[in-house]
């Protein structure tokens, strides 16, 4: 198991921009795969971006439809810690954000809140119109 918590949410204006930070514990992070998912009152927990391990060179990346050119996901394994950086926000993006992780070496898309076991307690984004 991993530890995450996240940081770095807040109240931003449209337009601007955000850093938000998961710091993990443990020292296996970066056999960790991990996700950003957020949750706007309501509404089901949604996929906002995935980044896999780093093998032979190679990071697998991928993003929501809704987010994709805006938002930035990476991660530094010897800080033990995943970034979604965001910009050009918009009111639609107010949500509770969290941070995801599954221990696996397997680096397709994954999408599916269900498919990850760990879980930071989320940070607050709100855009204002």
């Known amino acids: 198991q991993v530890q995450l918590v996240e940081s770095g949410g807040g109240l931003v204006q449209a337009g601007g921009s955000l850093r938000l930070s998961c710091a993990a514990s443990g020292r296996t992070f970066s056999s960790y795969y991990m996700g950003w998912f957020r949750q706007a009152p309501g509404k089901e927990r949604e996929f906002v971006a995935a980044?896999?391990?780093?093998?032979?060179?190679?990071?697998?990346?991928w993003y929501a439809d809704s987010v994709k050119d805006r938002f930035t996901i990476s991660r530094d394994n010897a800080m033990n810690t995943v970034y979604l950086q965001m910009n050009s926000l918009k009111p639609e993006d107010t949500a509770v954000y969290y941070c995801?992780?599954?221990?696996?070496?397997?680096?397709?898309?994954?999408?599916?809140?269900?498919?990850?076991?760990?879980w930071g307690q989320g940070t607050q984004v709100t855009v204002s119109s």
């Open positions: 995801a992780a599954v221990l696996t070496d397997d680096w397709r898309r994954r999408a599916d809140p269900n498919e990850y076991n760990n």
């Open positions: 980044i896999s391990l780093s093998g032979a060179g190679i990071r697998y990346i």
